[in-house]
């Protein structure tokens, strides 16, 4: 293996002293350096082979000294280590050249392959391709959080896609696990970045306006086509297009889909010519779409060609150790969208929130701790604003599933033969469209939930086909307490 010299920058001693063993039982010469004035220092006395460098220092930000470095020796590489990533330090990193990142507390064989990755490349190539060290303007919305082995992975994949600029991508995930995130960071990320990301919900345009969204229509193609219209992918040209629920999309117009990612051109409606494109398109969605191909209700052939480079986004049950850093992200950021200044969660709720399954993923936490933080008077959030389907808060309280307050005689109550989570979801949401005399935006903020997941799961559970009607809660699990199997209700 290359070997060479590393001069590695942490204020932790025990994290320097790890690293240096395992770089000098393979050959490597080590430097050590506590602080930034300390790592300038020995940039002047040596030339080094590799950075691994700390994003917390105590006299510096991490990633103004990679700055530094880079502006130094573009082609110095720098590996990031940091105990609180997410992915707006990610893109900040990959932005300003950094090679590759670490979560701490990190596996010491993951970063020694890191290690041995970059060595390998310096030695058949010794220029690294240079990186635009500009830093990406941070978007206004959430952003992907954790340093947990699963988003460290999530992270790299989505930039490899956005520096390898992959013109078809599809994401999947569960509802509210960040999908549309990955899209904005993979877009933001990559070259791509100043022309426009647009996005396209499938699953909320009706059927017979989904092809004049995406592909426009000239003057005359129809009855009320007045004047000729862009569509989204002309809208897009240089850009992203998102197509979220794409398992929603109907057969037609999937066969259009395939044609342009295959030949990069579309017509009009109503057009006489082709126009050809230069789009990149992310594809998500929560279904199971080999599944689909099997059924006859999604085309084989456009499958294949969106699961090219596939990203699948884990559940929040699957990484819960990602939810320490995510609290304290949305802490931060809804303290600046309420004028609060909550400084901290008390360990009492934070046990109660790593204890709960999450089924409606980090969109569920997100809305726990943003009703937390507008119900909670006092500087860290306790369990008694905490309203989550388990633990000692939501029992005391009343809480239901989704936060919204339930009376006293409809606390559930899990029978001894259990009872079927579909069929409480499915009854909360009747409910929830009964009381509000089936205005789904009401609703679905009742629920805590958005407009197009309320959409997707009335249609899921046949909701949309029969007017809701008002039943409690506590009759159907007490029901189903009596029989053998969780009573259905019917649709």
């Not at 992915?87 to 990142?101: I, P, Q």
């Not at 082995?149 to 999947?172: G, H, W, Y």
């Not at 000692?392 to 339930?406: D, K």
Request: aromatic share 6%; hydrophobic share 40%.
């Amino acid at each position: 293996m290359e070997t060479g010299r590393v001069l590695i920058v942490d204020d932790e001693n025990l994290v320097c002293w790890s690293l240096a063993k395992m770089l000098k039982r393979v050959g490597h010469l080590v430097e050590i350096a506590n602080t930034g004035a300390d790592a300038r220092l020995k940039l002047e006395r040596f030339n080094f082979d590799l950075i691994i460098l700390d994003a917390s220092l105590p006299d510096i930000d991490g990633l103004q000294f990679l700055e530094e470095c880079k502006a130094r020796d573009n082609d110095l590489p720098v590996i990031i280590m940091t105990s609180s990533f997410h992915s707006d330090l990610a893109f900040k990193a990959f932005s300003l050249g950094a090679e590759d990142y670490v979560g701490k507390p990190f596996n010491i064989d993951m970063v020694e392959r890191s290690i041995q990755k970059i060595f390998f490349k310096k030695g058949l190539a010794k220029e690294v391709v240079p990186v635009q060290a500009k830093r990406r303007k941070k978007y206004e919305q959430d952003q992907l959080v954790g340093n947990c082995p699963s988003m460290v992975e999530l992270f790299k994949i989505m930039n490899t896609c956005a520096r390898q600029d992959c013109k078809t991508i599809l994401v999947l995930g569960e509802s509210g696990t960040g999908k549309e995130l990955v899209s904005h960071g993979i877009h933001n990320l990559s070259a791509r970045k100043n022309a426009p990301l647009i996005e396209v919900n499938c699953a909320s345009i009706p059927d017979n306006l989904l092809e004049n969204e995406l592909f426009g229509h000239e003057k005359g193609a129809y009855t009320d086509a007045g004047n000729r219209e862009v569509g989204v992918f002309e809208q897009a040209e240089g850009g992203t297009v998102f197509l979220d629920e794409i398992g929603d999309m109907p057969l037609h117009m999937q066969g259009k889909i395939l044609r342009v990612i295959e030949n990069r051109k579309f017509r009009r409606l109503g057009g006489q010519k082709d126009i050809e494109t230069d789009v990149r398109i992310i594809a998500a969605t929560n279904q199971n779409l080999t599944a689909m191909v099997e059924e006859g209700t999604f085309r084989g052939d456009l499958l294949y060609r969106l699961n090219m480079m596939c990203i699948t986004v884990q559940p929040l049950r699957e990484r819960k150790k990602c939810i320490p850093s995510m609290v304290e992200y949305f802490i931060d950021r809804l303290n600046s969208e309420y004028g609060r200044a909550v400084e901290g969660i008390s360990s009492e709720a934070l046990r109660l929130l790593m204890a709960h399954n999450w089924p409606g993923n980090v969109r569920e936490l997100r809305n726990v701790l943003e009703r937390a933080m507008m119900l909670e008077q006092g500087k860290v959030l306790s369990t008694e604003h905490i309203y989550v389907s388990s633990g000692t808060a939501s029992n005391r309280s009343g809480g239901c599933l989704f936060g919204c307050s339930l009376p006293a005689e409809a606390t559930i109550i899990l029978p001894p033969e259990g009872v079927s989570i579909e069929e409480v979801e499915k009854e909360y949401i009747r409910q929830a469209l009964a009381r509000y005399d089936g205005n789904q935006t009401k609703a679905a903020k009742c629920l805590g939930l958005s407009l197009d997941t309320l959409r997707y799961r009335r249609k899921k559970f046949g909701l949309d086909k029969y007017p809701a009607k008002t039943s409690s809660i506590s009759t159907l699990t007490a029901e189903s307490a009596d029989q053998d199997s969780p009573k259905t209700v019917p649709g």
